[in-house]
Each structure stands twice: as C-alpha cells, then as structure tokens.
C-alpha cells in the first residue's frame, strides 16, 4: 500500500526531492514555469523532477535550491515540511501564481 504524501518515510531520494521541490515552489507562489524560468531549465524538465519520474544532477538541485530560495540539502530532507512549515498536501500553486 503506497505510503500517504505527508508521509516521506521509506520514500527514495528522488521522490522525497520531488515532493520537496512540489512543496518549496508552491510555498513561494511559483508556477512550474516560473520556477524553470528562474532556474534557467525547460518547465517540463521541472513537471517530471516533480512527479519523480527523472534523475537530477547535483548542478540543478543547486539552480532549483536556489530559484526556490533554500539550502540545497534541505530538498534531500524527507522532514522538510515539518522543518519550514509546508504543507504537503497543498498540490498547485495559487491561481494568482499562475501566468
């Protein structure tokens, strides 16, 4: 049985980095896109590291850390919500985040 999304625990890297990254973009009020733009990375490149379906380089955790405004290790963290705050159940941005 999968494992509810606030709870990280057992998760692989790659899908806690998703659901933190998720987490992080709409805590800022960001669009996929606009996270890609302020990242310098293609939006659809940031919908499959979201879905965890994709592998990341160290150099785009570091560009993504950065676009989102955190630490780049706290995205590897599976207790980022509890850390900052997030919500993890909240899945999309505002509407007014939206372009």
């Known amino acids: 049985m999968p494992k509810p999304a606030s709870d990280p625990s057992g998760y692989s890297l790659r899908l806690i980095f ?14 996929q896109e ?3 733009h302020e990242a310098n990375l293609d939006r ?3 919908g ?3 879905r965890g379906s994709r592998n990341i380089s160290i ?3 570091e560009r993504l850390a950065q676009a989102v405004g955190l630490p780049a290790h706290e995205l590897l963290d599976p207790n980022l919500a ?5 919500d ?4 999309r941005a505002p509407r ?4």
């Open 44 to 46: 659809a490149f940031v």
């Open 48 to 50: 499959t590291l979201e």
């Open 34 to 36: 606009a996270l890609a």
């Open 96 to 99: 007014t985040a939206r372009p």
């Open 18 to 31: 998703a659901r933190n990254i998720r987490m992080a973009r709409i805590a800022k009020e960001m669009s």
């Open 59 to 61: 150099d785009n955790i």
């Open 82 to 86: 509890e850390l900052r705050g997030f």
């Open 88 to 91: 993890p159940t909240q899945m």
